[in-house]
T-cell receptor, first 114, second 110 residues
């Protein structure tokens, strides 16, 4: 059984719309992350949260907003979608945010913006 | 921002032959290093984590780290067709942030 659940698995959106990507982890971890994998680019760090607080944000655009309603949830709201936002978005978690903590990844949400 | 170069871009090996992958980092920002495997439409599976210079073995997967050369490699012993996947190396820096390479696509032929 997957311990990090991402929903939906696939998502198609029109330019200018807004979508929320869901992530729940059942590993009892205190840190959660979002990564993005665009075509022909490396997997790229976006955000990290620890105990539901933002720790690091490497996303230049404010159109990307993480939302943590519960300790084991970290959703990603994306507004004013653009075709360049098309990518697979991976959620991850670790026990803490210390270096060396093992990261566990979800299966990803593949977003296509038309 | 740290860059990660992976080589080769793709690799085809016969079942049972050793597969070797390489990763070079642009600077010494990362404190430890990971190799992940990514099968199509699936999440990332960590294979080996290495923290010190030298070698670290996890089953059929062995990582070698040379910090002075900013180089990490992965050797897959006796690869099987089920090992066909994209292999990603990553450096881990402050805040448990991973910087990834673009990956090496490995195909293992029966």
């Amino acid at each position: 059984d997957p311990k990090i659940i991402q929903k939906p698995k696939y998502l198609v959106a029109v330019t200018g719309s807004e979508k929320i990507l869901i992530c729940e982890q059942y590993l009892g971890h205190n840190a959660m992350y979002w990564y993005r994998q665009s075509a022909k680019k490396p997997l790229e760090f976006m955000f990290s949260y620890s105990y539901q607080k933002l720790m690091d944000n490497q996303t230049a655009s404010s159109r990307f907003q993480p939302q943590s309603s519960k300790k084991n949830h970290l959703d990603l709201q994306i507004t004013a979608l653009k075709p360049d936002d098309s990518a697979t978005y991976f959620c991850a978690s670790s026990q803490e945010t210390g270096r060396g903590e093992r990261l566990f990844f979800g299966h990803g949400t593949k977003l296509s913006v038309l | 921002q740290q860059k990660v170069q992976q080589s080769p871009e793709s690799l085809t090996v016969s079942e049972g032959a050793m597969a070797s992958l390489n990763c070079t980092f642009s600077d010494g920002t990362s404190n430890n290093f990971r190799w992940y495997r990514q099968h199509s439409a699936k999440g990332l599976e960590v294979l080996v984590s290495i923290f010190s210079d030298g070698e670290k073995e996890e089953g059929r997967f062995t990582a070698h780290l040379n910090r002075a050369n900013l180089h990490v490699s992965l050797h897959i012993r006796e690869p099987q067709p089920s090992d066909s996947a994209v292999y990603l190396c990553a450096g881990n820096s402050a805040g448990n942030k991973l910087t990834f390479g673009i990956g090496t696509r490995v195909l293992v032929r029966p």
